[in-house]
């Protein structure tokens, strides 16, 4: 994709003056909805436009009256941390007529308004662009009913659309993630973690249906999460006969001892026939298994006759043929509900400003765009090629062309596809490859919330590769110490949803122990290693490529898997864990912040982990509203300090009450947390009081989140592929030897894709001594942080999307490699 050219652009120069922006929420709600209203008013309001709410969504722009209202700064404080939509949202049949949006736009002109930001699904969309089309049309009638005056085709001759998708379906093509997708995948999870306490404890089978519409996304991503044995989902109806084979594997999995198994199940599935899969249809078929199941269900899942394959189908197939114990849980609109995540406040708020931007820049020839995020940018796309493409998808389905409805659902739906076969369906040993190559895999570091998921890939992987797989414990410690035992497939079951490291860990670096390492790998006969942990586990990879002279052991195919809360590894835009301590820190400031609501002018000083790096700090400032951050990356002084006091205090004069402040552990040595607080305390006398809060190792702690989760399984797999592919490229003589850059590498995330980088090559980009890489994508982040805030700045907006400069790709390029 081109790149604009760097520029650094100054909102005083991006003038709202003069326009007016109406937002509104139209068609399900969805966790984050507010997040992006917040962003849209306040962003607007900061360029200096007018801003409106549209209560009620398109049927309250055809009532209009009392539900356009003007937003305020403080209209749209503390809804950050809400779920569903502050502003409401309503189906509205009349605006699917002529005459309903002539009201609406009658509604519109009454109070100058000509830029609108749309928060909805694709339908909501099109209607908005089908506005827009016929806004011209529409002035033309008004003044012929002399409802408005002629002069007002002129002064309002061209309606501008900004769109963002609010859906948990993630169903649109055109953008990674939609509004709301991750909370409720949060939300399933939860429940997921939940019911498998209670199903191991009485042998139970769960069948769980979740929603999704006509697509299977959160059906396979949760599946993926929590180790599903079956997914069934609307894009790749179940062959004939899957009956038999879902009750085969179901019944292999407790021989082998398992108390749990999962399928999942999205709600309508049907099956390659287009039928329903009806509960009596189910009873016809055989069963028999014992001990612990759970069927997740995606609602609108199929089989190949177009057969609704519903969980009533699944349990009395389950109880029929195999004798279990079962019970069926349907999620429903759980799945929409509660907090929304830290991901999704930080999408929603980045798409709000992005839109407010859209609209300062459209002028009358610029179709309507949609904002999306692309890898870790927000980009334009226009609003009607990505709503064709997402029809596209289900014109594919309804004409049974499965295979390329799952590649049009994108390049990351595909890969969650795949991977998720691949873990899930274990193949008997007879049929298994025979490699002859052992792979040990090891945590380093601290631990991280998701390291255990990427160990139970990693080694399922190496199994159906045909390798042993030897797990060391304790890091480099328990390497040469000879703590290395071979690890089998059962052994990682029920791994994902566990957090720290089953595996254990420790910080120890390899380079005083290299000779004992050498030892034990010539004692077990290790061919390769996959390393999985923080900037411990990069430094030790560096030692043992540095060390391949002397010890020729080391001589074999080495990855590195980025896991640690800091997200300080270089080479990589996110680490394994970092979404999970992300959560921590927002759902604890929420907690902080609600106990304020009854003190009035309160500030919290928080101080969160990271060492030198600032991502826990900016970006948790960010999803959780801060009024500032402190972090060592953005060097600050006593000046800054009191000018953040300043501000805070001119703040707590209107009707806001209360502040948040996040400080990075080591962002200065001086101005440390106590100090912060003191000087808080004493400048805000009689003006407001502090309290202050260290949240320490609560941040590593808990369950992986969703993201976590499936960020470690699907990176995991993929570093074993290619751990494979590089024993069989340097097996000769029958022995490995690898000794050059490229096989001695860390697998990270750069912007859209997952990348093999050889770790010597990362030396150069890395600080050493505060252990962070010299480049850091989110301190782009942080302007947005104190925009919000209220805070006069500049914005780089270099990797802004514009039109202009977004290549027009089909879904199967647009789709994140990695994105949840």
Known sequence: MAQPDSKKIFFENLS???????????????????????????????????????????????????????????????????????????????????????????????????????????????GANLFREEWSELLGELVKKDLIASDAVQKYSALHIVGMVG???????????????????????????????????????????????????????????????????????????????MCQKLSATRSRGTRLNIIIVAEGALDRHGKPITSSYVK????????????????????????????????????????????????????????????????????????????????????????????NQSVRLPLMECVQMTQEVQKAMDEKRFEEAVKLRGRSFENNLKTYKLLAHRKPESELPSSNFNVAVLNVGAPAAGMNAAVRSAVRVGISEGHKMFAVSDGFEGFYKGQIKEIKWADVGGWTGQGGSLLGTKRTLPAKHLEKIAEQMRKHNINALLVIGGFEAFESLLQLYEARGTYEELCI????????????????????????????????????????????????IIETMG????????????????????????????????????????????????????RNENSNDNYTTDFIYQL??????????????????????????????????????????????????????????????????????????????????????????????KEQWWLKLRPLMKILAKYKTSYDVSDSGQLEHVVRLRPTELEASVAM
């Open 284 to 375: 016809d078929n055989r069963a028999g298994m014992k001990r612990l199941n759970i069927i997740i269900v995606a609602e609108g899942a199929i089989d190949r006759n177009n057969k609704v394959i519903t969980t009533e189908y699944i349990k009395n197939l389950v109880v029929k043929c195999l004798g279990f114990d079962t019970r069926v849980t349907i999620l429903g609109h759980v799945q929409r509900g509660g907090t929304p995540s830290a991901f999704d406040r930080i999408l929603a708020s980045r798409m709000g400003v992005e839109a407010v931007l859209a609209l300062l820049e459209t002028t009358a020839n610029t179709p309507a765009c949609v904002v999306s995020l692309y890898g």
């Open 611 to 662: 060492g030198y790096c600032g991502y826990l700090a900016s970006v948790g400032g960010l999803a959780a509203g801060a009024d500032a951050v402190y972090i060592y990356e953005e060097p600050f002084d006593i000046k800054d300090l009191q000018a953040n006091v300043e501000h805070l205090t001119e703040k707590m004069k209107t009707t806001i009450q209360r502040g948040l402040v996040l």
């Open 167 to 245: 859906s948990i379906d993630n169903d649109f093509c055109g953008t990674d993630m939609t509004i709301g997708t991750d909370s409720a995948l949060h939300r399933i999870i939860e429940v997921v973690d939940a019911i498998m306490t209670t199903a191991q404890s009485h042998q139970r089978t769960f069948v769980l249906e979740v929603m999704g519409r006509h697509c299977g996304y959160l059906a396979l991503v949760s599946a993926l999460a929590c180790g599903a044995d079956w997914v069934l989902i609307p894009e790749m109806p179940p062959e004939d006969g899957w009956e038999d084979k």
């Open 557 to 604: 195919p080495m990855c590195m898997l980025p896991a640690t809360i800091s997200n300080n590894v270089p080479g990589t835009d996110l680490s394994i864990g970092a979404d999970t301590a992300l959560n921590a820190i927002v759902e604890t400031c929420d907690r902080i912040k609600q106990s304020a609501s009854g003190t009035k002018r309160r500030v919290f």
């Open 16 to 126: 709202g003056a003069g326009k007016a922006i109406a937002v509104l929420t139209s068609g399900g709600d969805a966790q984050g909805m507010n997040a992006a209203v917040r962003a849209v008013v306040r962003m607007g309001l900061y360029v200096g436009a007018k801003v409106y709410f549209i209560h009620e969504g398109y049927q309250g722009m055809v009532d209009g009256g009392d539900n356009i209202k003007e937003a305020s700064w403080e209209s749209v404080s503390s809804m950050l941390q809400v779920g569903g939509t502050v502003i409401g949202s309503a189906r509205c049949k009349e605006f699917r007529t002529h005459e309903g949006r002539l009201k609406a736009a009658h509604n519109l002109v009454q109070r100058g308004i000509t830029n609108l930001c749309v928060i909805g699904g694709d339908g909501s969309l099109t």
């Open 680 to 773: 808080y305390s004493e400048e805000g006398r009689g003006v407001f009081d502090c309290r202050k809060n260290v949240l320490g190792h609560m941040q590593q702690g808990g369950a992986p989140s969703p993201f976590d989760r499936n960020f470690g399984t699907k990176i995991s797999a993929k570093a074993m592929q290619w751990i494979s592919k590089k024993l069989v490229e340097t097996f000769r003589n029958g022995r490995v030897f690898a000794n050059t850059e490229d096989s001695c590498c860390l697998l990270g995330m750069r912007r859209r894709a997952l990348v093999f980088q050889p770790v010597v090559q990362l030396k150069d980009e890395t600080d050493f001594v505060h252990r962070i890489p």
